[in-house]
């Protein structure tokens, strides 16, 4: 997640709604760029598979039940899952997926929707401390996503 572009810092304002606020270094508000988008609900099956993760994971599986016990899952993801910003445009990963591509929705910098596209993208575990595994370059996307069967990663090039 690269906030910082050329005098402006983005940030994702809300974890309910599509809303990315524009500061400027010395912290004043520039502008806030909003959009109607859907919040997805949390599905049985990420409930499914985040529980599999804490229950064979090495750094947790030793306190699978407590963790268990515990853990609440929201009703529905954040709207926005990663933004960066390069070569004048906004680029925003939602948790929204086609097959195994990921929902990227590309802004002009006043906010205007330009297109969607989907991606591949690393599927991120349940807890983890890395960021999406991807950058925009010259007008490609590229990702590096893991392939468990071969135990490589790959490299993925998207047009725009």
């Known amino acids: ?47 499914k598979e985040s529980l599999n993760f804490f229950k064979t994971d090495f750094r947790f599986k030793g306190n699978f039940d407590y963790i268990k016990k515990r853990l609440k899952y929201r009703s ?44 591949p993208l690393n599927q991120l575990e349940p807890l983890s401390f890395y960021p999406l595994l991807y950058s925009v370059y010259q007008g490609k996307i590229y990702s590096l996503v893991e392939d468990e069967e071969e135990e490589t990663w790959k490299l993925h090039v998207t047009d725009l």
């Open 76 to 119: 529905h993801h954040p709207v926005i899952q990663d933004i960066q910003v390069a070569e004048e445009k906004i680029f925003v990963v939602t948790y929204q997926k086609k097959d195994d591509l990921s929902e990227c929705i590309i802004l002009d910098m006043a906010g205007k929707e330009l297109k969607r596209i989907y991606v």
């Open 1 to 47: 997640y690269n906030p910082l572009y050329k005098d402006r810092i983005y940030i994702n304002a809300s974890s309910g709604k599509f809303r990315i606020q524009v500061f400027d270094f010395s912290g004043k508000l520039v502008k806030t760029i909003s959009k109607e988008y859907p919040q997805l609900p949390v599905s049985d099956h990420y409930k």
